[in-house]
């Protein structure tokens, strides 16, 4: 049983318990935190919480303006010289317990590669403040078909990665498109913007931002443009390429849980699944583009003082010696990667 369902088995047993007030059950993880889930009756609220040394200071103010969860912070009379973090959901939705159920779970996975409590009780509270925009924006509804597509070659691109012989964890570290980054992925000194259009709008890509072309402070700038073609059959799906890069990640826990994470702060989550069945994408052509000297692009430095956030669009139709080879991009990358 995975995290997430043996989470929710335990809060449906706390339920059907009838026990009035706050409730608590230990998570059996191997973890220098302890953890536990809980369920507060009568008001249906499910929750996560963690036990740990007093002395470690931490600042729940940030998320006092939270509306679907509810953060409180005192003493555990459990244990000696002990704090206790309580993260209650206030939903009740099906779907919502479901998806904080996923988040708390790959907390729980996290947290067990964490040697410190310090340093473990630090990750929760980073996890925390990203939970903020998800909690906001992305816990009841599914991805967009334009987020499922840009999620589909951002994913096509990380497998490449993983595939080659560049290491796992650094692989998924780089994919910062869940971020909002200004580049799907970047590192020290190379990044890698992914463009994902259908056949019919090649050869036209939509830019965001001055930034996502702006190769100003990094050393190797590349394009990415996968053109796909929606099909009902052949193609893979958005659970098949996830499915596959699990199965690539399977050795490397740190690297899985790392990859499994991104997913939820990008919107994806595992109860979904069965709505992103039927989009499949069959790719029709890939192209890699050097970002520099005549590539049209709109750079910071180029705008009047006062304009920003700029998007337009431009055509892939680019000088020769813009077009670049998979292999000339991915030996770059992993060139970078062997010098840091």
């Known amino acids: 049983m995975n995290k997430d369902n043996k989470i929710k088995t335990i809060w449906k047993e706390l339920e059907e318990a009838h026990v009035s007030g706050l409730v608590k059950r230990a998570i059996d993880i191997p973890s220098c935190l302890k953890l536990f889930c809980t369920y507060k009756s009568p008001d249906e609220c499910c929750g996560i919480a963690f036990s740990f040394s007093q002395e470690i200071k931490v600042d729940i103010s940030p998320f006092s303006s939270l509306s679907e969860i509810e953060v409180s912070l005192f003493k555990d009379n459990s244990f000696p010289d002990s704090k206790f973090l309580l993260i209650q959901l206030l939903n009740r939705g099906d779907r919502v317990r479901d998806i904080f159920a996923a988040i708390c779970g790959n907390i729980a996975n996290t947290i067990q590669s964490i040697p410190t409590e310090r340093e473990a009780v630090k990750l929760v509270i980073s996890q925390m403040r990203k939970w903020q925009d998800l909690f906001s924006k992305k816990m009841n509804k599914t991805l967009s078909i334009q987020e499922q597509q840009g999620l589909f070659g951002e994913l096509s691109f990380l497998r490449k990665l993983i595939c080659f012989p560049m290491d796992k964890v650094r692989s998924v570290i780089s994919w ?42 990094i050393d190797k700038l590349f394009l990415y443009n996968l053109v796909v073609e929606i099909v009902p059959v052949d193609g893979k799906n958005l659970p098949e390429i996830i499915g596959e890069l699990r199965d690539c990640l399977s050795q490397d826990t740190n690297a899985l849980n790392l990859f499994e994470n991104k997913l939820i702060y990008y919107g994806y989550f595992n109860i979904d699944a069965d709505a992103y069945k039927d989009r499949r994408y069959y790719i029709r052509k890939e192209n890699y583009f050097l970002v520099q000297g005549e590539f049209p692009r709109i750079k910071k430095d180029d705008l009047l003082l006062g304009v920003s956030d700029v998007k337009y669009s431009i055509t892939l139709a680019v000088p020769a010696e813009n077009n670049v080879e998979e292999s000339n991009v991915l030996n770059t990358i992993l060139s970078y990667e062997r010098d840091q």
């Open 176 to 217: 910062v498109g869940p971020n909002m980054a200004p580049q799907d992925f970047q590192s020290e000194s190379w990044a890698v913007e992914v463009k994902t259009i259908t056949a019919n709008k090649y050869p036209n890509v939509s830019i965001n931002g001055e930034l996502q072309l702006d190769e100003t402070l």
